[in-house]
C-alpha cells in the first residue's frame, strides 16, 4: 500500500500519549545538580553592587557565577547568521541590565530548591537608568543606545523598492493610510526551555541534552562561543514540547549551563520555569507599518507603500534576530496581488524588553497588514472586500509576477477564496447578518489570504538556497529494515512518521520497518536550523526521498548481479527484491543486507556493499509552484453587553501541494488557527511604561484553551498526483497563524462596521471591543 | 518556582489542628486546604510560610449536612458542592455558582473553606454567602464563634478569622421555595474567574410583582457586595426587561471596580449593568416557572 497520502496514525503518539517520551527534564544523569538564574527585576539599570558572598556559602551550594566570571570563561556570543549592528553580549550580563528578567547570576546547587534559596540571598544594587519601551523613544536619537558599542537603538534600517511608486500614486483616485500594530506575544509551548550540560573531564567530551529545535545551530555556536573543540560536542535532543520558532534560537543560558558543567565537572540542569518563560524566553511580533495604498474608485490596488517598525527587545537573537525576518516582511507583503508599485522601509528597533524570537510565520506581519488594509479600502470606496479581493488577485498565469519579483505561475489563491466563501455561503451570511442587525446582533465575517514561499519558485532558491538545501542518511540495516538520519529535528510535526512514510514508499518496505532518528548531532547531517520555516514539507522530504532513491539503486545493482538481470526490471514490494512478474526468485532484503553486511566480499562486481546513501537534496526534483497558501474565512458574533466574541465558523480552504499524511496536516493548521485565535482575543504580553513586565503566569497571559476553539473545517487544494517521482509537498507548519489573525480581526471589523470602528490593533479583547464599538 | 522550605503538619483532627496553630503561631504558620491558591503563592515565592498545617485529613471536615440550611465541613471540595443532590434541591445557586470555579482538576482539590478563608474578591463562594447572608463557623483555642458574611470580608484576599483560627464550617441557607435565582458571570475563557460576576435571587408574588430580591456582585470592589441599590428599585416592581435594564444601570453606576489587564473600571460597570439585566431576567424566568 502506498504511504504517502495516507492519513497514517503519528508513531510519536504511543510513546509520547503513554508517557514513554523522553523530554530533557526527565532525563537523571549522576552527580547531577541544579542551576538556578537570579534575574533582574528592573528594565534597565546599572548594576552598582552584586554580593554572592552569602549566596556562596548557602546549604547546597556549588557554585556562584556572576556575569564578570562568566566573561571570564566565554568569548563573545557571535551569530554566524548575524545581520544589521550587533552588539558585544556575554553570557550574564556584566555591567547593564536591559530588560526585566535579564541573566544577573547564576546559582548551581545540589537542588533547583536550595538554588532558588540561594539566589534570593545574592544582594544587588542598581542604579536606574530610562527604560526604552515604545517605538518613538527607541527612535529618538537623544536617547541614549542601549548598548554602548553601537551608535543607535536603530540596529538595521532597509529599503525595498520595486515597480513604479510614482506612477501607481499619481494614477490614483484616492489614497487609505493607516498604522496598523501587532502586539507583542509569546510562543509559551507545553515545554519550556531546559537543557543538560555534561561534561566528561576524562575525554574532554560536552554533551549538551536540550530541549531545542536546531542541535545542529546549538552544537556550532557553543563550539564558537567557548571555544571548544567541535569533536569533542555533541547535542542531543529527543521529544520536544513545542517551540513554534522560540527554540531555533540558542540562549545565553545554555552557554551558562556548558561552562559550569565543565569547571564543576558535574552534570548541570536547568529547566526553566513558567514564570522565567513568559519573562524572558523571548517575545515574538510587536511591529507596526504605517501604510498608504493607491487605489482607483473601483477598486484597483494601484501601489502600496510601508513604514515598518519593529520592536526588537534588548538583545539580538542568536542565530536569527528581528533583523533577518524584515527581508521576508517587505518581499512577501504584496502577496498575491497585482500591486505595481510597491515601497518598504524597515527599521529595527532596541528596547528593553525581552529578546525578539521568530514564532510560527515570523513574517506573518505582511498578511495582516495587507488583509486588513484591503478591507479598509473595500469599505473606504463602499465595496465588497471579497470583490476586491477578486479584482486584484492575480490567477497564477505563466507569467504573473509579485512586484517584488517572484513568480507567481502556479498559485491557487483565486480557487481557494472562491471555494472559501462557497463553504461558508457568503451570499447567504449576508443576508443573515442584516437580518440580525435589525434585531440588534452584531455577526461579521472575515477572510483573509496568504501565500509563503515553502519553499518558493525555484528561482528563489538556486542551488538549494541560503542552506544549499537539505541532506538525510538511510542505512538498510542487517534485518532488512530501514533506518532514515534527518537533519530535520521534529517537536511536534510529526517526522517520525511523514518521514518514514515516504522512505516506506520509496524503498519498498513497509512503514513499520522504517525508523525516523533525528537529534542527534553525532549521527544526524548538519542543519543549522533544524526544523522550523515550514521547510520539512519539502526540504525534510526531498532529502529522505533522494538518499533512499540512492540507496535502492545500490540495492538493486547488488539483487540485479546476484540475479543475473537488468535492474530495471526487479521491483521491491514489502521489503522483498524480485523480478517484475517472475515468481521464485524473490532476494528478502534482510537476506541481502545480512550478506553484505557480513560478507562484503560476495558483493557481485562493480556493486557496493555498503548499504548505506546520504544525499543532498537541492530542490531540483520539486514540482508545483513552489507557494504554499490558501484562503481563511471566518464568521463571528460580538455580544455588545460583553464586548465577548464568539466565532461561529471558520474555513479554511488551504494549498500545500501534495499532502503526505492529511492527519498530520490539519493538526498543523487547526494548531496554527487556535494560535492565530489566542493572538487575537487573549494573548499580549504587557510592559508598563517602565518597562515592568506584567505577566509572570498564565493568569494574566491567556492562552486560548480547547474551550475557546471553534471546530474548524478544512478543504484542501491538492494537485494531482505526481507520475514522475517530483517532490510535490509544500510547507503547512506556518499558514494557519500566518493568517488567522488576518481573518479574525477582519471579521470582527465587519460586525462592528455599523459602528464606524477602524480596527487598526491587532489585539482584541472584549474591552477593547467595545471601546471600538463606542460603548464603553 | 520552588518554594522556600517549610515544615509540614498533618493534622488528624479539628483539635490538632487548632493547638498546631496556637503552638506555631509566631513562626508563620498558615493552613493548607486544596492548596490551589497557597501552592502557586508559595511556589512562586510571593508568599512564604515556616509551617504548614494540613488539614486535608481532618474526617469531620469533609462532610455536608442539611437541615437548618446547607453545612459544608471546610474541606468539602468544589467538587462535592457541585455533584451533591442535597446542594441541587436546597440551593442550585451554590451548584451552578460552584461550577464557575476554575476547572475540574481545580475543584477536585479546591475546598469550599478554603475559597472563602482566601477571600479573593472575584471568587464565587464569599459573593453567595454575602448574597444568602451566610456565615462560616470557627475554632481557636479559645472556643468556637461564627461569623456572619456581612462581617467576615475584610478587604481584598482578608477576612475577620484570627490567624490562630481555624475555619471548620460554611453555612449556607437554602433558598426559599419559589424563588428564582441567576449566576451570571463573563470571563475571558472558560474556567477563568470571572471579570465580573453577578448573583441574584428574586421572588414573585400572585400578580407578577417583585416580592423578594437579592443581588450580589464579585469582581467589582475588595469585597463581595451586595447591591441595596439593586435590590430597593426592585422589591415592589413588576417584573420587565425594561426594569432589569434600569436596575442594571443603576446598581452598576455606583460600583467602584479597579482596573486591570482585562478592562477598564468602565468597562466592568458596563459588564456588571449586562449581567445583572440578564441575572434578574433569568431569575424572574425561573421564580415564575417554580411559582
Ligand atoms: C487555575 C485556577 C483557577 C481558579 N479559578 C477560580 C475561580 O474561577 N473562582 C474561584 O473562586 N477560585 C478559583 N481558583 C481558586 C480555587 O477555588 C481554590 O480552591 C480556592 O481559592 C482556595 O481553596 P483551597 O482549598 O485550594 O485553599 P488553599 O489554597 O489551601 O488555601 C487558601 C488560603 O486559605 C487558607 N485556608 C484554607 N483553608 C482554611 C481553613 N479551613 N481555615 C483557615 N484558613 C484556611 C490558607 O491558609 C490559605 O491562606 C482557581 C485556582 C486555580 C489554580
Known amino acids: ?776 | 518556582m520552588k518554594p522556600a522550605a517549610f515544615e509540614h503538619h498533618a493534622a488528624g483532627s479539628v483539635e490538632e489542628a487548632v493547638s498546631l496553630l496556637a503552638e506555631l503561631a509566631d513562626e508563620d504558620v498558615k493552613v493548607l486546604a486544596g492548596g490551589q491558591s497557597l501552592v502557586p503563592l508559595l511556589a512562586l515565592r510571593l508568599a512564604s510560610v515556616g509551617h504548614l498545617v494540613d488539614v486535608n485529613g481532618v474526617p469531620e471536615l469533609t462532610t455536608i449536612s442539611n437541615g437548618d440550611g446547607l453545612r459544608f465541613g471546610a474541606v468539602v471540595r468544589h467538587r462535592q458542592v457541585e455533584r451533591s443532590p442535597e446542594v441541587a434541591a436546597a440551593n442550585p445557586l451554590l451548584a451552578a455558582a460552584t461550577r464557575r470555579i476554575g476547572h475540574t482538576a481545580i475543584r477536585n482539590r479546591g475546598t469550599i473553606g478554603g475559597t472563602v478563608a482566601h477571600a479573593d474578591p472575584a471568587a464565587e463562594v464569599p459573593a453567595v454567602l454575602a448574597l444568602l447572608d451566610g456565615s462560616v463557623e470557627v475554632r481557636g483555642e479559645g472556643g468556637t464563634r461564627s461569623i456572619a458574611a456581612a462581617d467576615l470580608f475584610d478587604g481584598y484576599f482578608t477576612t475577620t478569622l484570627e490567624p490562630e483560627e481555624l475555619l471548620t464550617s460554611v453555612h449556607v441557607p437554602a433558598l426559599p421555595e419559589g424563588t428564582g435565582w441567576s449566576v451570571q458571570q463573563f470571563s475571558r475563557r472558560s474556567g477563568d474567574y470571572g471579570i465580573v460576576t453577578v448573583l441574584a435571587t428574586l421572588a414573585l408574588d400572585g400578580d407578577g410583582r417583585i416580592s423578594a430580591a437579592r443581588v450580589a456582585y464579585a469582581g467589582v470592589d475588595a469585597v463581595p457586595l451586595r447591591s441595596s441599590v439593586a435590590e430597593s428599585a426592585l422589591v415592589g416592581q413588576t417584573a420587565s426587561a425594561e426594569l432589569w435594564t434600569a436596575v442594571g444601570h443603576d446598581a452598576a453606576a455606583v460600583l467602584e471596580p479597579g482596573s486591570d489587564l482585562n478592562g477598564s473600571a468602565e468597562y466592568r460597570r458596563h459588564l456588571a449593568a449586562t449581567l445583572t439585566a440578564r441575572a434578574l431576567q433569568q431569575a424572574s424566568e425561573r421564580a415564575g416557572g417554580r411559582a
Open chain 1, 1 to 776: 500500500m502506498r504511504m504517502v497520502g495516507a492519513k497514517v496514525p503519528r508513531v510519536e503518539d504511543r510513546r509520547i500519549l503513554t508517557g514513554n517520551g523522553h523530554y530533557v527534564d526527565d532525563l537523571q544523569l549522576p552527580r547531577m545538580v541544579h542551576a538556578a538564574f537570579l534575574r533582574s527585576p528592573i528594565a534597565h539599570g546599572r548594576i552598582t553592587s552584586l554580593d554572592v558572598e552569602e549566596a556562596r556559602k548557602a546549604p547546597g551550594v556549588h557554585a556562584v557565577y556572576t556575569g564578570a566570571d562568566m566573561r571570564a570563561l566565554s568569548k563573545p556570543i557571535r551569530s554566524p547568521l548575524a545581520q544589521g549592528a550587533t552588539p558585544e553580549i556575554f553570557p550574564l550580563v556584566t555591567d547593564t541590565v536591559l530588560f526585566v528578567g535579564d541573566l544577573v547570576a547564576m546559582v548551581v546547587a545540589d537542588s533547583r530548591y536550595l538554588a532558588e534559596d540561594a539566589a534570593g540571598m545574592i544582594d544587588v544594587e542598581y542604579s536606574d537608568l530610562p527604560a526604552v519601551v515604545d517605538y518613538e523613544t527607541a527612535l529618538d536619537p537623544g536617547v541614549p543606545p542601549l548598548f554602548p558599542d553601537l551608535e543607535s537603538n536603530v540596529l538595521h534600517t532597509a529599503t525595498k523598492e520595486a515597480g513604479d511608486v510614482e506612477a501607481a500614486f499619481a494614477a490614483a483616485d484616492r489614497v487609505v493610510e493607516v498604522t496598523l500594530s501587532q502586539h507583542r506575544i509569546a510562543n509559551v509551548p507545553i515545554e519550556t526551555r531546559g537543557a543538560v550540560a555534561d561534561y566528561d573531564p576524562g575525554s574532554g567530551q560536552l554533551t549538551l541534552h536540550a530541549a531545542t529545535q536546531a542541535p545542529h545551530g546549538l552544537r556550532l555556536q557553543m563550539a564558537q562561543t567557548l571555544d571548544h573543540p567541535m569533536d569533542r560536542l555533541r547535542v542531543l535532543t529527543q521529544d520536544v514540547g513545542g517551540a513554534f520558532g522560540l527554540k531555533g534560537n540558542i540562549f545565553r543560558e545554555d552557554f551558562c549551563l556548558a561552562i559550569a558543567a565543565k569547571q564543576l565537572a558535574r552534570p548541570v540542569k536547568w529547566i526553566e520555569d513558567r514564570n522565567e518563560h513568559l519573562m524572558a524566553s523571548g517575545h515574538a511580533r510587536e511591529e507596526r507599518i504605517t501604510a498608504q495604498v493607491a487605489v482607483t474608485e473601483a477598486g484597483d490596488i494601484l501601489g502600496i507603500t510601508a513604514a515598518l517598525d519593529m520592536d526588537a527587545g534588548a538583545y539580538p537573537g542568536v542565530p536569527f534576530s528581528a533583523v533577518s525576518f524584515t527581508g521576508v516582511i517587505s518581499l512577501l507583503l504584496p502577496g498575491p496581488y497585482t500591486v505595481r508599485g510597491y515601497r518598504c522601509d524597515s527599521r529595527v528597533l532596541a528596547t528593553n524588553k525581552s529578546t525578539y524570537v521568530a514564532y510560527r510565520g515570523p513574517w506573518a506581519m505582511e498578511t495582516w497588514t495587507r488583509e486588513r488594509l484591503i478591507d479598509m479600502v473595500a469599505t473606504e470606496l463602499g465595496l465588497d472586500p471579497a470583490e476586491v479581493r477578486r479584482r486584484n488577485l492575480y490567477e497564477g498565469a505563466d507569467g504573473d509576477r509579485m512586484v517584488t519579483g517572484p513568480t507567481l505561475a502556479g498559485i491557487t489563491t483565486r480557487e481557494c477564496l472562491d471555494r472559501a466563501l462557497e463553504r461558508i455561503d457568503y451570499a447567504g451570511f449576508r443576508a443573515e447578518q442584516e437580518a440580525a442587525r435589525a434585531e440588534g446582533r452584531y455577526l461579521g465575517i472575515g477572510m483573509a489570504a496568504f501565500i509563503e514561499n515553502a519553499p518558493g519558485p525555484k528561482e528563489m532558491r538556486p542551488n538549494g538556497g541560503f542552506t544549499g538545501g537539505e541532506a538525510a542518511r538511510v542505512r538498510l540495516e542487517m534485518d532488512g529494515r530501514l533506518t532514515v538520519f534527518t537533519a530535520q529535528s521534529p517537536h511536534g510535526q510529526g517526522h517520525e512518521t511523514t518521514l518514514a512514510q515516504l522512505a516506506a514508499d520509496e524503498m519498498g518496505v513497509p512503514f513499520e520497518q522504517v525508523r525516523v532518528v533525528h537529534g542527534d548531532t553525532q549521527v544526524t547531517p548538519f542543519n543549522i536550523l533544524g526544523t522550523g520555516g515550514s521547510r520539512a514539507a519539502t526540504w525534510g522530504s526531498g532529502a529522505t526521498m533522494v538518499a533512499t532513491r540512492k540507496l535502492r539503486e545500490k540495492v538493486l545493482a547488488i539483487a540485479a548481479g546476484q540475479l543475473e538481470i537488468d535492474p530495471s526490471d526487479l521491483q521491491i514490494v514489502d521489503g522483498v527484491v524480485s523480478p517484475k512478474g517472475v515468481p521464485g526468485r524473490e532476494i528478502p532484503l534482510a537476506r541481502l543486507a545480512g550478506q553484505m553486511t557480513l560478507m562484503p566480499q560476495t558483493a557481485p562486481p562493480g556493486t557496493d556493499p555498503n548499504l548505506q546513501a546520504e544525499e543532498r537534496f537541492t530542490g531540483e526534483e520539486t514540482s508545483g509552484s513552489g507557494w504554499s497558501g490558501g484562503v481563511h474565512a471566518c464568521i463571528v458574533e460580538v455580544d455588545l453587553g460583553t464586548g465577548g466574541v464568539q466565532i461561529k465558523r471558520w474555513v479554511v480552504v488551504e494549498d500545500c501541494g501534495r499532502i503526505i499524511n492529511p492527519a498530520i496536516v490539519d493538526g498543523q493548521i487547526r494548531g496554527g488557527v487556535a494560535q492565530g485565535i489566542g493572538q487575537v482575543l487573549y494573548e499580549r504580553i504587557p510592559y508598563d511604561v517602565e518597562g515592568t513586565f506584567m505577566a509572570g503566569t498564565f493568569m494574566d497571559y491567556l492562552l486560548p484553551t480547547s474551550a475557546e476553539i471553534p471546530p474548524i473545517e478544512i478543504v484542501h487544494v491538492e494537485p494531482e498526483d505526481d507520475e514522475d517521482g517530483g517532490v510535490g509537498f509544500r510547507g503547512v507548519g506556518e499558514g494557519g497563524m500566518i493568517v488567522a489573525p488576518a481573518t479574525l480581526t477582519n471579521a470582527i471589523s465587519d460586525a462592528l462596521a455599523p459602528f464606524g470602528a477602524r480596527v487598526t490593533e491587532q489585539y482584541l479583547p472584549p474591552a477593547e471591543v467595545l471601546r471600538l464599538a463606542g460603548v464603553v
